[in-house]
């Protein structure tokens, strides 16, 4: 089995995409967790560009990595400049990492009006900064920038520079597509043709400005190199880099190459996640292998297929990415999907064919109204009990008022909720601030419950969504609230939806507090001997 | 030149993407303007399964397309039925397309675990209806549904399922790779021999599990196919399809074939906003051509690259998809580069100058606290204003209230809004009810300052996002609200960032008001000539 190095530069280059943004610590945690993955090399960051960087260079030193190399990101000396007196030089040797990554130029475009430097420098320019590093004792690697670009154009001088660099010593040579411009068959034969006439270990950069990044990298792999760069979630510049949660799987399980352990694979999607926690960056559902919908099925028919064998419409096990089959509920179904989900959530089977019906009808008004179940289990459970005239209410609301108030242009916004609820034949009304109007509505009802429905207290609110349906209406436009709530056991989701985004997060809390109460009475009544037992039990080790 | 076919399946295997759903006006709308972009082929849904896609098919009879033929998407026939009798061949009939594409099983595991039939009964199914679409004058497309896994396990079958689809005369056979777990190289290598098996028209039709939809689509015409079969914005189950805003582009500009016309490529990023919007569904910032980061700029070097010459990191002139280069405003950018966006807003060159390391400081503290300038242009310009110290405010406020109020389970959600506004030493005052709280204080705050400023009449807002920056902090969660407005002339865009979702709202508000009524008056300066003349000219007329 072929071994490929793995090479993640999320924090460098991914950091540099649209809506990407790390904290100092968050750059640390995630170089842990990366480590952790079993990633061979971390890059960074751009040595010496911002404080950000270089405070994460200061501080990974101190840290204890099991696998991964940290690597600091550069570029070669300045032209005309002596390369122990060039700052940006000197700021990747400051940063006191194994590894260097210097980026030079090997298109001639780049040279001409970028650089602004003629050939020859340019080659003594890489040339000088290798040999540098080298002799600073570092591993080396020469980021070979628009290398695809400029072999096309002038191949013998996008050769003589990675000759340039291999000959001061490079331990490897990474062939960059940096504008993302280069079909898959082309990089196949380009990089077969450089690792003919060069022995040096060869890497592969590549752009998604064409939505080929992955594809080009495996290719490259097929092709000869032995290191594939990329980012966690496909993160970087304008399209973005390879992703690198699509690279290592296809890696491993399509090319039977040899890079991070299975294991760790099966740990792919919560490393997706965690990293788009980290980044403040949108998680995609789309997304190969660890998207929230990879292996979600919707059309009906295939559902059925996917219930027979599961190889029918799936590639590959999702186990062993960390990822689930899910099956969705939506207009496209027919009812044996929706009786499906409805079993899968608790329903009884009998009761669930006898009122199938119904509950297609009342799931067809709702997503008329810009409802959708297909990320609020909760709600769709309450939604079957309500449509199988089965569903109880908790409380009765009997009213409650948020305000929000400001006064004076640099003063704090002041959010209260009072509310009303009546259970059985008690009333309660309570108050509470909040940092805001919901959270303020949410503390209230909690405080009102408190003391009908202790186990209230377990339940904490743990995500939080906001879209808007149709934004040309703007502040008139329709809200769509999603909730995820947690009792330490379990997690549940529940929708709200209306024009008012206060009344769309109120439908989300009270079907979040109901189905909590629901689930607790249910698992009330289906183990009655085993409480008493436990009773028992209890009392008598007093 | 290489003509290549279009076949766009958005409103069939594009609706099937969860996430995505089209009302039934809503398809139509979306396939006229397919047929004005120039699609060969427009799948309109799955016949016979769904009361949506039967009266699409009803309805779009009656209207007039350009160029497009529509197409009906249906199963072959049962195991053990005759064909007329078929209810699934004849809802196909029943469309009445001019075009229908029929799906049928290549892979064995699917004959025996999904359909649970014989391989021999399998051809017979695909032969009896091919021939009898054929015979009901239709033009008649065979899907060749998992040809890829099928080949690969047992190749004779499948190219014995594909003969029968040809010997019953199918106009073409389309080669799925309906799981998308096939490698780049595989489709190439496939392609290749069915070529040179079968004189039949091919197509490619493409599922983005690996990531690599794009790349195989292109490797197929490579190979031979003449008929590209994808979805706008790659929307599809599981990954998604082949996203034709990334394979017709490429098609065209990198590998010169003949497919849609320059002139609407131009308007290709337009065509994928369009139906994002009637999807419903989430632009994705990072789509290749299309995307808003598609040609965007934010590291330092890079942007100051471009500025010297696009090519340095653009494969694409973005004007030739209709999208725009952007330089952004970071962290990541240096000096030059806030500059750079200040003078592009307005900002005069040399108090731009003077005042960059105020603009950069404020830039930072905000950008720490969550703000983002990157898609708020008025925002950022009015902190350059604050940071020059040059803002002017044109009212203050003495303060806000906004009561949200419900009386009963199933009563209404009540809002009002009061504020009270000083301009000069004019005191305004004014309550608005709304559709939720921001609606209703955005109403009133346009109440109070009509009297003062009239022009604000003419802004409306266009365009209205929420974000929670920290989800896991639930309802207490950091709030980004990003405003659009507009005036008939210009639009702009601004923010505001609060754990209070009204204060956030808030913030946009004044930004987008005082953005507007700041512009008025540097225009009021820039040319008081004119609007003298005018004034005299006026007066003339009377």
């Not at 003594?124 to 670009?149: C, N, P, Q, W, Y």
């Not at 090319?255 to 299975?262: E, H, T």
């Not at 997706?272 to 997304?287: C, G, T």
């Not at 119904?358 to 297909?374: R, V």
């Amino acid at each position: 089995m072929k071994k490929i190095q793995v090479y993640d530069t999320t924090l460098r280059d991914g950091a540099q995409g649209e809506g990407v943004s790390f904290s100092a610590g968050g750059k640390l945690r995630v170089a842990q967790r990366l480590d952790e993955f079993g990633m061979d090399y971390i890059e960074g960051g751009y040595a010496g560009s911002n404080e950000k960087d270089t405070r994460f260079f200061r501080e990974i030193r101190g840290e204890h990595l099991k696998h991964a190399k940290v690597v600091a990101f550069g570029n070669t000396r300045r032209a005309r400049t002596r390369v122990a007196a060039d700052t940006w030089v000197r700021s990747l040797v400051q940063a006191q990492t194994p590894v260097v990554c210097v980026v030079g130029k090997t298109w001639l475009l780049h040279v001409r009006d970028v650089l602004r430097t003629t050939p020859r420098e340019n080659l003594a320019m890489i040339s000088d900064t290798v040999r540098f590093l080298k002799d600073a004792g570092r591993e080396v690697f020469f980021d070979a920038e628009h290398f695809f670009d400029g072999y096309r154009k002038d191949n013998a001088y996008a050769m003589d520079a990675i000759e340039a660099a291999v000959e001061a010593g490079a331990d490897a040579v990474v062939l960059c597509d940096s504008t993302g411009g280069c079909l898959t068959h082309e990089v196949g034969e380009i990089v077969r043709k450089v690792a003919q006439a060069s022995s040096v270990r060869l890497g592969f950069h590549g752009h998604n400005d064409m939505g080929l990044a992955v594809a080009n990298t495996l290719e490259a792999v097929r092709a000869g190199v032995t290191q594939v760069q990329g980012t966690v979630n496909g993160y970087g510049e304008r399209c973005g880099n390879a992703d690198l949660c699509s690279v290592v799987p296809s890696l491993r399980f399509r090319m039977g190459c040899r890079c991070v352990k299975d294991e760790q694979i099966a740990r792919l999607r919560e490393l997706s996640l965690f990293v788009d926690d980290m980044a403040n960056a949108r998680h995609d559902p789309r997304a190969p292998y660890v998207g929230r919908s990879a292996f979600t099925h919707k059309g009906g028919a295939h559902a059925d297929a996917v219930r027979k064998n599961p190889r029918s419409y799936e590639h590959l096990n999702p186990r062993l990415v960390g990822n689930d089959r899910r099956i969705l509920v939506s207009e496209l179904s027919g009812g044996s999907n929706v009786l499906l989900k409805a079993i899968e959530l608790g329903a009884g089977q009998k009761e669930s064919a006898e009122g199938a019906a119904e509950i297609l009808k009342a799931l067809k008004d709702l997503e008329h109204k810009g409802y959708s179940f297909e990320a609020a289990d909760a709600s769709f459970r309450i939604l079957i009990q309500k449509a199988l005239k089965k569903h109880k209410s908790f409380f009765d609301l009997e009213g409650f008022r948020v305000i929000v108030e400001k006064r004076g242009r640099n003063e704090p916004c002041l959010s209260e909720a009072t509310i009303k609820v009546r259970v059985k034949d008690e009333i309660a009304q309570t108050v509470a601030e909040g940092d805001g109007p919901v959270n303020a509505l949410d503390g209230a009802l909690r405080g009102a419950l408190a003391r009908f429905y202790p186990e209230i207290a377990q339940v904490a609110l743990t995500d939080f969504h906001v879209s808007i349906l149709d934004p040309e209406e703007a502040t008139a436009a329709t809200t769509r609230v999603l909730i995820e709530s947690g009792d330490g056991q379990d997690t549940w989701r529940t929708i709200g939806v209306s024009p008012n985004i206060i009344e769309a997060s109120w439908q989300a809390l009270v079907d979040s507090v109901e189905y909590k109460l629901f689930r607790e009475e249910e698992a009330a009544k289906r183990k009655p001997r085993r409480h008493k037992a436990a009773g028992r039990a209890r009392r008598g080790a007093r």
